[in-house]
């Protein structure tokens, strides 16, 4: 262990201090000024609240001019894939938030072909990241992945929908599922137990893989080990969004007005949008890691392994034109040598017909 | 004479029963006075009476189909709206059962009486309806069952020796679930209304209505309006079945500012302010079913049962049966069907 000269950091206190000690600060303040990147997809029917939640999850405007369509244009409507990037600042730290929302996900009679569209804009992000890594430039790399996919559940059925498994199976190795009920003020507390209960039985059940929080480490604090087993227990979450301020018990709070009463966004007796929010912000580091050292990868095998199969069938099929080709060959030049033998035979005998049978037989 | 005697609610309940004279009251009727000016009394007016008597004795019937994705409170809104267990969440299906592949059709039969007047009530259920990935045609079972009814009615009418009262096992309403996505109607919706407003009475219903606001209700109702009117959906009450001018401006103001009915179900009673109410309990407050600042569903309760009943029953067979019989009768040339089997093998024979 080479001795570094001291530096400014060196703590007279402590002889023998080197200072890679300080390295978490550096890469920490890099980071920092580089900023972060988060890209979230958010998939579910129309009306279940998933622009209102976003809103209210980052206290922003995503869909300033949203045009909602009517009922008979979304027959003709197939699945889109739109993205918006905001840029979000909080006490020097930036993140840079893009959203892909999915409108026209699950309102077709004949929703066969929904989640065409969204899966091969997953793999277009991975295949383009692949590229830019095997490329020459690398410094700039664009991260357009998707790191995490909320799900969203309607709270108005029983449980999972049979479009709901086939689109979450169809995308658990690619992306990290986090499923959300959203409108949750629909449900008492008794039907949300229920239809938590029934949703995990079912994910089960049909070998759905969601996302799962990593335990907490050894080392951290009680706090926070409690916390995230709070987390860990109340997944699917049962989120109600909002951005309008309501009085309530004297003060101002985002809530939604009811004849019969105010739901609070915020209270965590009314739903679970602050653990969703906790979940999303201390985990977003580990969502990312997820995304690229399991799904990522996957995708990176998968393809490479793909990409060389084809080579092989190539040098296959040349073999195949080859020997075609020389069969072909053979047979014109036999063609040729007959012909010539019968002209000769013509040219020499006078009579045709005869030489003619006695010309070869082919 | 008869006025003292009756109790409020069968005369409700009676004054729907009789075809003429049509009086269509609000809930619940007065005692009406008999007119002590004329010169001397015939008695013709006891034939409300009589008719009255006999048709508590007979009982009639009501058949209501819900057809809606599966969650949307169907099954609740149905107990509730007849005060007891009468579909089929009641008759032994539990929570774990699974969606069907294709839509099934179920029908539950159960007599309720009140205040002496028996009524056969069958819910007929829709279970996958809507529930699918590719729910294309998935109205085509509903159809038909709905014509099935007809067919059979109408065939026991051509009947040389027919029953003095025929069965009637037709759909007369037809209450069809919204998802209360505040957005629009979706194109499923639209594609079933198209298809079945023509045969049936359809009462388009916002199901789980506690998900609105009262803004957010208003404006998705309008929205939902103007849906319907721009695809062509006559729903009941249909314009062109207006009588007067009476039912006229009674039907319009239903048409344009109460129907959708946004509603709310429940079985659970709660304690509110001393009395006993139907309502659903949440950490912020509870919703009174009953409670016409909370929800539609007195509304929907009154206009089904108190003050149309009977005219969805006339509509569905002074319209949508005659509708089917003139096409029937029409199909085979005039003749009476025998069987419909043998009818289609002469037509492939040729």
Known sequence: ?????????????????????????????????????????????????????????????????????????????????????????????????????????????NCRDCFKTIISYIDEQFERYLHDESGLNRRHIVDNRVHCCFYFISP??????????????????????????????????????RLKKRILDEIEQHGIKIYHLPDAESDEDEDFKEQTKLLKVSIPFCVVGSNQLIEAKGKKVRGRLYP??????????????????????????????????????????ERLKRGGRKIEDEEVNKDQILQEKEAELRRMQEMIARMQAQMQIQMQGGEGDSSAVHGHHV | MFKGSADNKIEAAMSELVPEPRQKPAVPMKPVGINSNLLGYIGIDTIIEQMRK????????????????????????????FKSQVSRKSSGWNREEKIPKTVEIKAIGHVIEEGGVKMKLTVIDTPGFGDQINNENCWEPIEKYINEQY????????????????????VHCCLYFISPTGHSLRPLDLEFMKHLSKVVNI??????????????????????????EVNGIEFYPQKEFDEDL???????????????????????????????????????????????????????????????????KEVTHNIHYETYRAKRLNDNGGLPPVTAETEENHESNL
């Open chain 1, 260 to 301: 019969w009463g105010v739901v609070e966004v915020e209270n965590p007796e009314h739903n679970d949008f602050l653990k969703l929010r906790t979940m999303l912000i201390t985990h977003m580091q580990d969502l990312q890691e997820v995304t690229q050292d399991l799904h990522y990868e996957n995708f990176r095998s």
């Open chain 2, 151 to 170: 067919e059979k009615f109408l065939k026991e009418e051509v009947n040389i020796a027919r029953k003095k009262r025929i069965p009637d096992t037709r």
């Open chain 1, 1 to 109: 262990m080479a001795k570094q000269p001291p530096a400014q950091f060196t703590n007279p206190e402590t002889p023998g201090y080197v200072g890679f000690a300080n390295l978490p600060n550096q890469v920490h303040r890099k980071s920092v000024k580089k900023g972060f990147e988060f890209t979230l997809m958010v998939v579910g029917e129309s009306g279940l609240g998933k622009s209102t939640l976003i809103n209210s999850l980052f206290l922003t405007d995503l869909y300033p001019e949203r045009i909602i369509p009517g009922a008979a244009e979304k027959i003709e409507r197939t699945v889109q894939i739109e993205a918006s990037t905001v840029e979000i600042e909080e006490r020097g730290v930036k993140l840079r938030l893009t959203v892909v929302d999915t409108p026209g996900y699950g309102d077709a009679i």
């Open chain 2, 203 to 228: 009462i388009p219903v916002i199901a789980k209505a506690d998900t609105m606001t009262l803004e957010e209700k208003t404006e998705f109702k309008q929205r939902v309006r103007k849906e319907l």
């Open chain 2, 54 to 81: 006999k048709t508590m004795k007979t009982g009639f019937d009501f058949n209501i189909m819900v057809v809606g994705q599966s969650g949307l409170g169907k099954s609740t809104l149905v107990n509730t709206l």
């Open chain 1, 156 to 193: 108005f059925g029983h449980g999972l929908k049979p479009l709901d498994v086939e689109f979450m199976k169809a995308i658990h190795n690619k992306v990290n599922i986090v499923p959300v009920i959203a409108k949750a003020d629909t449900l008492t507390l008794k039907e949300r137990e």
């Open chain 2, 246 to 312: 009476e039912d006229k401006t009674e039907n319009d103001k239903i048409r344009q500012e109460s129907m959708p009915f946004a509603v709310v179900g429940s079985d659970k009673e709660y304690q509110v302010n001393g009395k006993r109410i139907l309502g659903r309990k949440t950490p912020w407050g509870v919703i009174e079913v009953e409670n016409l600042n909370h929800c539609e569903f007195a509304l929907l309760r009154d206009f089904v049962i108190r003050t149309h009943l009977q005219d969805l």
